[in-house]
């Protein structure tokens, strides 16, 4: 599953189930959150980096994100004398030095005599700035987390000698995003496809494009959108051959992460569903149009709502439910809400759920 969708975006918040766990467990019910972190720091069949945010990866993809490791330290190299606190950079010697002699560590292991930041997510010290450089630029490597802590390794005592020893060029490296990306989404324009893997840039898209194009390995289609209109998007013969054999999608209706790959994509999710969604985690409680932390709802293949629940101790509260316009919640589609809550129990590590009187709004 993690091979097909190509990765799983990770996330800290936990108001009922991590992002990358609800993600999983949306297409397979009997998915528990121990199976990743095994894939990770157990099996390295996968590994923990950066696509367009923190995720889990599979471990074949490995010597394709040398590409990145090099353009990110060339941009952090040029960004962060001036968007991060001093002195990080005569830190990344120690760091590895530390690592080296002592094993995995996280942040908390280091710079024991600085000040800690207190004026937001990115005020790291510089021993962590120093951390964080060298797991994104390749020479450390996730080794496994405590809770929800990163621990970090060296690299070559974290990534299979098979996979980190490959050696891709920069063409050929290009060339799979692009079309790795591009089986994953069925279709889309140059620009949906360089963001996919984020390792590509929108020039390098642009032109494997026109020669994909002129070589016959993908053709121009016209998309339409939520609205009517219609988008020229790149696919392949491959794909449209494909579409009439295609099953109907479940009437069920699934609970999504704010970051499923279904929506990562804001723009183009609400071309293709007319759905708009933003996460309001920072924005001021009083200017929240729906809450904290809300998840989607999905119903065959339109988003019929969005739901605000949390859980507390052993209780799953479901504060509030939002219809999209035009869907109207009878009983059978209430019900079908309900089951899903009832099936996201076991992942949310509750018995109980429980609803506020007036949950279901509109």
């Known amino acids: 599953m993690l091979h097909e969708l190509g990765f799983v975006q990770i996330d800290s918040v936990n108001t009922l189930a991590r992002a990358h766990d609800l993600i999983l467990w949306s297409r397979r019910g009997r998915y528990r959150p121990e199976a990743l972190e095994r894939l990770v720091s157990h099996r390295r069949t996968a590994f923990e980096h950066w696509t367009h945010d923190a995720a889990v990866i599979p471990m074949e993809f490995y010597p394709m994100w040398r590409l990145k490791f090099a353009r990110d330290e060339a941009r952090m190299r040029a960004r962060w004398p001036a968007a991060r606190r001093e002195g990080w950079e005569s830190e990344i010697d120690t760091v590895l030095r530390h690592i080296g002699d002592h094993g995995p560590a996280c942040s908390n292991d280091l710079g024991g005599g600085e000040k800690k930041g207190s004026s937001g997510w990115w005020d790291w010290h510089p021993s962590k700035t120093a951390l964080e450089f060298l797991w994104r630029s390749g020479r450390l490597a996730i ?44 279709f889309g324009t140059s620009g949906e496809l360089a963001a996919f893997f984020e390792i590509v840039t929108r020039d390098e898209a642009r032109a494997w494009c026109a020669r994909a194009l002129s070589a016959g390995q993908i053709i121009e289609t016209d998309i339409e959108m939520a609205d009517g209109s219609r988008r020229r998007s790149f696919t392949t013969e491959t794909v449209l051959d494909t ?52 998840f989607p709802v999905l119903q065959g293949d339109r988003v019929i709502g969005r739901l605000d629940a949390r859980r507390t101790g052993n209780v799953l509260t479901v504060s509030a439910f939002w219809p999209e316009p035009g869907v109207r919640m009878g009983k059978g589609r209430t019900s079908a809400l309900i089951a899903e809550l009832e099936r996201v129990r076991s992942l949310a590590g509750v018995e109980i759920v429980e609803f506020s009187d007036d949950w279901l709004q509109g």
């Open 243 to 294: 579409i009439s054999s295609l099953p109907d999608p479940s009437s069920r209706v699934r609970l999504l992460s704010p970051f499923d790959p279904v929506l990562r994509d804001r723009a183009r999710a609400e071309r293709l569903f007319g759905f708009h969604f933003r996460i309001e985690i920072f924005v001021p409680e009083a200017r929240r149009k729906y809450g904290y932390y809300i």
């Open 143 to 186: 080794c496994h987390r405590r809770g929800f802590r990163k621990f970090y390794d060296l690299t070559e005592r974290v990534i299979p000698a098979e996979h980190r020893n490959s050696q891709k060029g920069d063409g050929e490296i290009v060339d799979w995003a692009m079309s790795e990306a591009l089986k994953r989404l069925g």
